[in-house]
C-alpha cells in the first residue's frame, strides 16, 4: 500500500522532470551532427521500483524512475523514457563517454632544405668597403679599347681572304694578298699596343701596401697557411643541406648534403687583368663566385661586379664532421668509421637490400664563412684541419681591425 501511494505521488512528478530535461537538452543542440533522432515505438513496460537492472548482449544499463518515467544509463549514453498508455517517448540526453583515443605516434616532420648561397653581390659590401667597391666596380664595367678592336681587324683580315678566294676553283688567288696581309701586321700591332696602353691609364686599379721586414714575415705566413689549406685532397662547396628522418635509407645520416668540388684554387691570382698590388691575392673559384683573400678583407666577384668585406666584420667558423662518404675515398681522408647504405634499427645492415653498400665514414673539416650583409658560403675539406691556421690568421686579423675602430677605410 505504502508503495502505491509512492508511485502515486512520484510517477507525474517525475514525469514532468525527465520530459523538461529532455527539452532543455533539445534546445541545446545547434549541430545537425548531435541532434538524434527521436524514435516512437509501442512496448509493454513493467515496472519493478524506482531502481532497475538491465543486462543485455551490449552490456550492463541501470535505470531509476517510476513507472512511465525512467532515466536510463547504459554504454549507449543517457536515455530519458516516457511511457504513455503504451506509447513510448525515448530521447537520448547524454552520448556515451569513451576513454580518449590513445596519442598515435607522432607525424615525421617535413624535411627541412637550406640552399647555402650568399646573398646578391650588390648586398654584400659592408660600409668600410663601400669607396673601395665603387670605384673598382667603375673600372671592372668598362670595355676593354683593345678587346674591342679585335672583331673589326678580324673581319678586315677576312674581308682580304674573301676577295682573293675563287669560288670556281676552290682555292685562294691573288699576288697582292702576302702584301694585303703583312700591311694589316703593321697597322694593327701598333694600334693593339697603344689601345692596351689607354686601357692600362682607364682601367687600372692600384692597391699598394707599406709593410715593413716585421709585418711581411707575418704576411708570409698567411700565404703558407693558404697553401698548406691548397693542399687538401679534395675542396668541396655545399650547395644544400636537408635534413632528414629516413635514416635507414641515408646510411643512418640525419643531413643530407648536396655539394661540389671547387673549381679553382691558387696562391696567386689577380681580380682583374688591371689589378695592380704588391702582394700575392690567395684566390678560391667557388661554383658561383670567386673569393679573393687581400691583407685587410675579403674580395668577393661575381660575374662582373666586386664586392668587399673587411675582415672585422666576418664570422668564420671551422669545426670537424663526420662525414658518410658515398664517392671516391681521398686519400688524405681519416675514415673514423664505417656503415651501411641501408641500416636496421640496430645500425646494422639492412639484409632486404642485395646491393648494400658498406660505406666509410670520414672525419673531414667544414668552414662557414657568413656576414651581417648576406654573406653565407660553406667550405669542407677532406684533410682534417686543413684551414684552421688560415682561418685562425683571417678570424686575428678581424680581431686586430675591431680594436683599432675606423682607422681601417
Known amino acids: 500500500m505504502v508503495a502505491g501511494i509512492i508511485r502515486r505521488f512520484l510517477s507525474p512528478l517525475f514525469y514532468c522532470i525527465c520530459f523538461v530535461l529532455s527539452v532543455l537538452w533539445n534546445r541545446s543542440i545547434v549541430s545537425p551532427k548531435n541532434l538524434f533522432v527521436m524514435g516512437w515505438s509501442f512496448r509493454k513496460s513493467v515496472s519493478s521500483g524506482l531502481f532497475k537492472v538491465n543486462f543485455s548482449k551490449s552490456g550492463v544499463s541501470y535505470s531509476m524512475g517510476v513507472k512511465g518515467a525512467r532515466i536510463n544509463l547504459g554504454p549507449r549514453g543517457t536515455y530519458v523514457n516516457l511511457n504513455i498508455h503504451g506509447i ?14 590513445s596519442p598515435g605516434p607522432a607525424p615525421m616532420p617535413a624535411e627541412e632544405s637550406n640552399n647555402i648561397a650568399s646573398a646578391d653581390v650588390d648586398m654584400l659590401t659592408d660600409t668600410d668597403s663601400q669607396t673601395f667597391i665603387k670605384e673598382l666596380n667603375k673600372k671592372s664595367a668598362q670595355v676593354s679599347y683593345a678587346k674591342g678592336a679585335m672583331l673589326p681587324m678580324l673581319l678586315v683580315v677576312l674581308a682580304f681572304l674573301s676577295v682573293a678566294f675563287d669560288r670556281q676553283e676552290g682555292v685562294i688567288k691573288s699576288d697582292y694578298l702576302v702584301y694585303e696581309l703583312a700591311l694589316c701586321m703593321v697597322c694593327f700591332i701598333p694600334l693593339v699596343r697603344w689601345l692596351k696602353k689607354l686601357d692600362r691609364k682607364r682601367l687600372t686599379m692600384e692597391l699598394h701596401y707599406d709593410m715593413d721586414d716585421k709585418y711581411r714575415q707575418v704576411y708570409d705566413q698567411f700565404k703558407i697557411h693558404f697553401v698548406t689549406f691548397s693542399r687538401s685532397s679534395k675542396v668541396w662547396q655545399y650547395l644544400n643541406a636537408q635534413r632528414t628522418t629516413d635514416y635507414k635509407r641515408n646510411a643512418g645520416a640525419g643531413k643530407i648534403i648536396r655539394r661540389a668540388g671547387i ?9 682583374t687583368p688591371y689589378f695592380v698590388t704588391n702582394v700575392a691575392i690567395p684566390w678560391i673559384a667557388l661554383n658561383n663566385m670567386e673569393l679573393y683573400f687581400l691583407p685587410e678583407r675579403l674580395l668577393i666577384k661575381r660575374g662582373s661586379a666586386f664586392a668587399a668585406v673587411f675582415y672585422k666584420n666576418l664570422r668564420l667558423k671551422g669545426h670537424r ?16 668509421d664505417y656503415t651501411w647504405q641501408y641500416v636496421n634499427r640496430s645500425g646494422g645492415p639492412d639484409r632486404r637490400f642485395n646491393n648494400n653498400r658498406k660505406l666509410p665514414v670520414c672525419a673531414y673539416s667544414e668552414y662557414t664563412f657568413t656576414s651581417d650583409t648576406g654573406i653565407f658560403e660553406i667550405i669542407a675539406t677532406s684533410k682534417q684541419s686543413a684551414m684552421d691556421d688560415f682561418a685562425d690568421f683571417i678570424i686575428k686579423i678581424g680581431m686586430l681591425q675591431a680594436g683599432m675602430g675606423g682607422v681601417l677605410q
Open 321 to 336: 664532421v663526420d662525414f658518410v662518404e658515398s664517392e671516391m675515398l681521398p686519400p688524405d681522408a681519416r675514415v673514423v
Open 263 to 271: 673549381r679553382g684554387l691558387s696562391e696567386n691570382r689577380m681580380p
Open 88 to 101: 513510448n517517448y525515448r530521447q537520448r540526453i547524454a552520448r556515451p563517454v569513451y576513454p580518449p583515443p
